[in-house]
């Protein structure tokens, strides 16, 4: 397959955390952010295009950008920067992480009134292969330079979800 930008995700039945709402003031000076946490990825668990994602994929990735390098979007839409991710992370589980939801355009604050009500909480990444094989049907990816991780209604790994979280971002 040639590289291209792909929603990748969990397992559907990984756990969500507790739903409780977290609101600290937008360096904007608008109303506020809304505080998500979840996993964008998990080690082992095919989507339903059939990508695995391996353990250490995002390591290089991460080291060169951190999480200020990867932008959080809505539906993939390079035009609806919807928050920060204040946090990336690579654990025994998968790819975790922690962000803001802000207040400051139309598509941002629709982003939150859909998380605040569970309509959205799907979590999808968009990135580059930079290593991958095939094993069987699938494609295993190993080296992945991330560029996003978008809030999604669908994602193409059905566990890859976040919760609304009460820990400060």
Request: aromatic fraction near 8%; charge should be positive.
């Given at each position: 397959m040639t590289d291209r930008v792909s929603d990748t995700h969990s397992d559907a039945r990984a756990a969500s955390a507790?739903?409780?709402?977290?609101?600290?003031?937008?360096?904007?000076?608008?109303?506020?952010?809304?505080?998500?946490?979840?996993?964008?990825?998990l080690w082992g668990a095919a989507d339903l295009n059939g990508d695995v994602v391996q353990a250490g994929a995002f390591a290089?990735?991460?080291?060169?950008t951190g999480a200020?390098?990867?932008?959080?979007?809505h539906g993939h839409d390079g035009r609806a920067v919807v928050g920060v991710?204040?946090?990336?992370?690579?654990?025994?589980?998968g790819l975790f992480v922690r962000?803001?939801?802000m207040d400051w355009s139309p598509e941002a604050r629709l982003a939150q009134a859909l998380s605040r009500a569970g309509a959205l909480d799907g979590l999808s990444i968009g990135y580059r292969t930079a290593r991958a094989r095939?094993?069987?049907?699938?494609?295993?990816?190993?080296?992945?330079?991330?560029?996003?991780?978008?809030?999604?209604?669908?994602?193409?790994l059905p566990?890859?979800?976040?919760?609304l979280s009460k820990a400060p971002a």
């Open positions: 507790p739903s409780t709402t977290s609101w600290s003031p937008s360096p904007a000076g608008g109303g506020g952010s809304l505080v998500i946490q979840g996993y964008a990825s290089d990735s991460l080291a060169k200020e390098g990867v932008r959080m979007l991710w204040d946090a990336i992370a690579e654990d025994a589980r962000g803001r939801i095939r094993q069987g049907r699938l494609r295993v990816l190993s080296g992945v330079d991330l560029w996003e991780v978008s809030l999604v209604t669908f994602p193409m566990g890859a979800r976040f919760s």
